[in-house]
């Protein structure tokens, strides 16, 4: 269903979906708050899916913090769940890969993958598909103790999200066939994600633009597994002074230290005014600015935030 049918009808569902692999910051609170909006304008549920599909590094005290934070910024949701629970339905998902032939074992180590693949556009590296030709185990996936990929149909894959971004693209010939199970036994991203999404009748993705390059390989699983393609949007990032996303393990500025120095009506409103969304940091809520909210108010271009132990500062990256 489109959005602006969502819209009409006011149905459909959004999710926010953070990794649970350390604290809130500035950049989470931001893609929680601009999904928030874009459900609720639309009367649309919104849920909370907690990511913690990798065992190194999530820790359940940051998912339990993460809901904490949320509901103090003024965020509600009409489901909390994490995403480990649905062990089932991603081994369903590979029950169904390997029963149409797209699952296969990747015996390539790392070195292998750096020596051989060809840089990919987030900085990774191509997989070429060394190990499209190999069996897996008689005994079925779960006696793999390797990696698993899906074998991608090539072909070139229209794609435009809500933004009008173009997200068109080969995903076999940019990324190569993603990992769906890793060696250590963890459901990869890139699966889980489609596989949650679809469990849950999403019909709205909203996150930010770091995720848009992963969207056709999504999809390509969408395609594989018989899911339904929800409607993409992809924001603007809030990034570091030097030009990285901001990030949990970049050690930016987190929620805990926000938290002390600001209560949630003045954070919302940094928020609203890095987004375009007021023209000054007043203090306001999440239910105030979804008064006036429009996807064309909110700002195209990334914003570089600097945190002075008081205010939130932004100024638009250049390109
Ligand atoms: N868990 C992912 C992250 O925190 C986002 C997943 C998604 O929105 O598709 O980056």
New binding site residues.
């Given amino acids: 269903m489109s959005s602006q049918a969502d819209r009409l009808s006011g149905t459909g569902v959004g999710?926010?979906?953070?990794?649970t692999t350390g604290l809130a910051h500035p950049g989470?609170l931001l893609a929680a708050l601009l999904g928030w909006l874009d459900a609720r304008a639309a009367s649309a549920r919104y849920l909370l899916r907690l990511?913690d599909l990798d065992p190194e590094r999530c820790r359940p005290a940051w998912a339990e913090q993460m809901v904490r934070d949320l509901a103090w910024l003024g965020l509600d949701f009409d489901e909390t769940v994490v995403q480990s629970a649905h062990r089932g339905a991603h081994e369903a998902a590979l029950d169904r890969l390997a029963a149409d032939g797209h699952l296969y074992p990747c015996a390539c180590s790392r070195a292998d993958l750096r020596a051989r693949g060809t840089p990919t556009p987030d900085g990774g590296v191509r997989y070429l598909g060394t190990c499209r030709g190999r069996p897996l185990p008689a005994a079925g996936w779960r006696a793999s103790q390797e990696p698993l990929r899906a074998r991608l149909p090539s072909g070139w894959l229209g794609l435009a999200d809500e933004a009008g971004r173009d997200l068109s693209q080969d995903p076999e010939r940019v990324f190569g066939d993603p990992i769906v199970r890793r060696r250590d036994g963890a459901i990869a991203?890139q699966l889980g994600?489609p596989v949650d999404d679809a469990a849950a009748g999403v019909t709205r993705?909203v996150?930010?633009h770091?995720?848009a390059a992963?969207t056709a390989t999504q999809v390509r699983l969408q395609e594989l597994l018989g899911l339904p393609r929800p409607a993409y949007r992809h924001h603007f990032l809030l990034l570091e002074e030097r030009g990285a996303k901001l990030a949990k393990l970049h050690g930016s500025v987190d929620v805990e230290q926000l938290r002390a120095g600001l209560d949630a009506p003045a954070l919302v409103g940094f928020l609203a005014q890095l987004a375009g969304l007021r023209p000054k940091a007043e203090p306001t809520t999440p239910t105030e600015l979804l008064d006036d909210f429009r996807w064309s108010r909110v700002a195209v271009r990334d914003v570089v935030v600097r945190w002075d132990g008081k205010q939130l500062h932004g100024r638009a990256a250049h390109d």
């Fill in positions: 999710r926010f979906a953070p990794s989470t990511e991203y994600t993705v996150r930010g770091d995720l992963s």
